[in-house]
């Protein structure tokens, strides 16, 4: 079966991160040919940041494209789909890519993954009568990533007729710079039982990071046996960071594991998330979630049992929040245990075997 997974790029991002995952470990069925298609220029190393994770098993190709929704982006696709004959095409951009390829290759099968909530999914607003007709007639197979996102979309689409298939995620590797980050993690720590809190991801509105600073600035007043080590892109264009000895802020780094090695609690501070990676990250190591409200993580975390979630986005509910998890014991070998059982790549990757087939 030849299997093509279809991104704009592979720049630094949760759902970059995804298709490598899943393209590496579909190549390891002996049955596949897998292929990874790009659409935008990958010449400027932002736009291959994970390339060079990649399996040999995966045949890249990069279409050049100047941008992912431009003609020429349309015409390249289709000759390429042409030329190449898949089985499968996973799409993980816009479906409007492949409103016409999914209308004339039709021995072709095309899966659209909603890597959000559907209404987010959206380029304009009319998109959404074109999705609901490819969706309707078989066109195109969406696939939703959680409860929450499944919801949203019967409630735009007025369909039911997707498939809910939960975000997994590779087991991240320490490496070899492990001694220097457990060095680095000592020299911020005040005490030795200072409790070490990461939080993953790049600076955007989105991501709330405001409520972040603000919460763990306050923490600081009544409680300073703690560290929280911020690890991502775009924090140089950040003002509202507090001048705080307890807030580190490392940028973007190739060897997350090693930090969250060394990590107690992981904090997400999202308005909105389908089902964030870098929260599976960190359950893949046992560390503890505290967590917003947002989108798919409620499908995840079992309040005070595999992690906390604040009942708001309100900064005192969240302060709390993160108080009651420095008070409360979970057991870390549970967490590393469900995310093997529920969340791991190679589950995950079965479960999109059995659309592909089918």
């Known amino acids: 079966m030849k299997i093509i997974q279809v991104s704009y790029s592979l720049t630094s991002g949760g759902g970059e991160r995804f298709i490598v995952d899943l393209s590496n470990q579909l190549s390891k069925n002996i049955n596949y040919e897998i292929l990874l298609l790009t659409i935008v220029d990958d010449t400027p190393s932002t736009n291959r940041h994970y390339l060079s994770e990649l399996s040999p098993r995966v045949k890249y190709y990069n279409l050049k494209a100047k941008s992912g929704l431009s003609l020429k ?16 095409v996973h799409i993980h951009c816009s479906s409007l890519l492949f409103y016409i390829p999914s209308l004339f290759l039709r021995n072709t099968k095309f899966i659209l993954t909603l890597h959000s909530l559907a209404k987010l999914c959206l380029n304009f607003k009319a998109q959404k009568y074109l999705d609901k007709f490819f969706f309707k007639n078989n066109f195109i ?3 939703t990533i959680s409860k929450e996102c ?8 007025n369909l039911n007729n997707d498939t809910t298939i939960v975000n997994g995620r590779s087991q991240l590797h320490i490496t070899t710079n492990l001694v220097k980050v457990k060095q680095e993690i000592e020299s911020y720590k005040k005490s030795t ?14 991501k709330n990071q405001q409520l972040l600073f603000k919460v763990f600035d306050s923490l600081s007043q009544n409680f300073q046996e703690f560290q929280l080590i911020i690890i991502g892109s775009g924090f140089e264009k950040c003002n509202g960071i507090p001048n705080n000895p307890h807030i580190h802020v ?11 090695y060394y990590s107690d609690y992981f904090v997400l501070t999202s308005l909105v998330e389908g089902l964030p990676l870098s929260l599976l990250e960190a359950m893949s190591f046992g560390v503890i979630p505290i967590t917003t409200p947002a989108g798919g993580i409620k499908d995840v975390i079992q309040n005070n049992i595999n992690g906390f979630i604040s009942p708001t986005f309100d900064e005192k509910d969240f302060l709390a929040t993160i108080i009651r998890a420095i008070n409360h014991s979970i057991n870390k070998a549970d967490i590393i245990k469900e995310y093997k059982e529920k969340y791991s790549m190679e589950t995950c990757s079965l479960r999109y075997q059995n659309i592909y087939s089918k």
């Open 73 to 88: 982006s349309f015409y390249r696709i289709l000759i390429f789909l042409k030329k190449n004959k898949p089985d499968v």
């Open 141 to 143: 197979q969406p696939v």
């Open 150 to 157: 499944h919801n949203s979309y019967v409630e735009l689409y």
């Open 193 to 206: 039982n200072d409790k070490i809190f990461v939080h993953i991801a790049r600076y955007h509105p989105v």
């Open 250 to 260: 490392l940028g973007e780094k190739k060897n997350v594991g090693d930090y969250l």
